[in-house]
């Protein structure tokens, strides 16, 4: 079993249930490689991780900002628990050398796929919390790790969605609307990675990779705008 300690000194949260947070940092590949492996993947604690996630950055952003429209407040928040935002986030806590994989999961560094088992790392991470220590925890840990981001989001404009950005453009410079076609699917059914084409008319402008075929639209989305300079 690896040793938690400088972790969970970053984190501020000694577990008082240590099976919790290495059952966090399990993903599912490392258990087809280690079928004897006392404890299960992290897929329920993401689940619920995700949850307490979106509940207490949504009860932040409506509290402190009682004035702010329902759509910006959506956006605000998605700007906050996406997957990128939350690879990060992965990445500043040193998550990564804690994590269990198989080996090729492991030489699989710099990927889309990467990306997403460290963001999905992160909410299995805040389920355990919640589980282990309560509300106050998940929140304190939030605020800290997350929350903290959200200026750096307002002053960069980071919160506009790039889909509804690139079809104003679009329709502005070239009078025709956006549409996105599924290029391709991979991955087995719990863990799929949706590969989407951004088009103007014929043109394929960019393709974005997701895990729902919406991420997968916003990052073709992203992609096209860097890619017309707009």
């Not at 059952?23 to 590949?29: G, I, M």
């Not at 900002?65 to 990445?91: C, I, Y």
């Not at 002053?155 to 290029?183: M, N, R």
């Not at 393709?207 to 919406?214: E, M, P």
């Amino acid at each position: 079993m690896r040793d938690f300690s400088k972790f969970e000194k970053r984190i501020g949260v000694k577990f008082k249930n240590q099976d919790l947070l290495v059952k966090a940092v399990v993903h599912r590949s490392y258990l087809n490689e280690h079928p004897n492996f006392k404890l299960g993947h992290n897929e329920r604690l993401e689940f619920l991780g995700d949850a307490v996630l979106e509940i207490i950055v949504t009860e932040y952003l409506f509290y402190h900002f009682p004035d702010t429209q329902e759509g910006d407040l959506t956006n605000w928040r998605a700007s906050l628990v996406n997957s990128k935002m939350l690879a990060e986030v992965a990445n500043e806590l040193g998550l990564e050398d804690y994590i269990y994989l198989s080996k090729g999961e492991a030489k699989d560094k710099n990927s889309k796929a990467r990306q997403y088992i460290l963001a999905n790392a992160v909410e299995a991470l805040i389920g355990a919390i919640y589980l282990d220590q309560g509300t106050r925890s998940a929140k304190k840990f939030i605020k800290n790790e997350i929350l903290s981001k959200f200026d750096y989001i307002l002053s960069h404009q980071l919160y506009i969605d790039p889909k509804s950005k690139f079809q104003e453009k679009a329709q502005e410079i070239f009078g025709t609307t956006p549409h996105y076609k599924v290029l391709s699917e991979s991955g087995p059914d719990h863990a799929k990675i949706f590969e989407i084409g951004l088009f103007l008319g014929e043109e394929l402008v960019a393709r974005g990779k997701g895990s729902s075929k919406q991420e997968a639209q916003v990052d073709a989305a992203s992609k096209g705008l860097k890619k017309k300079n707009w």
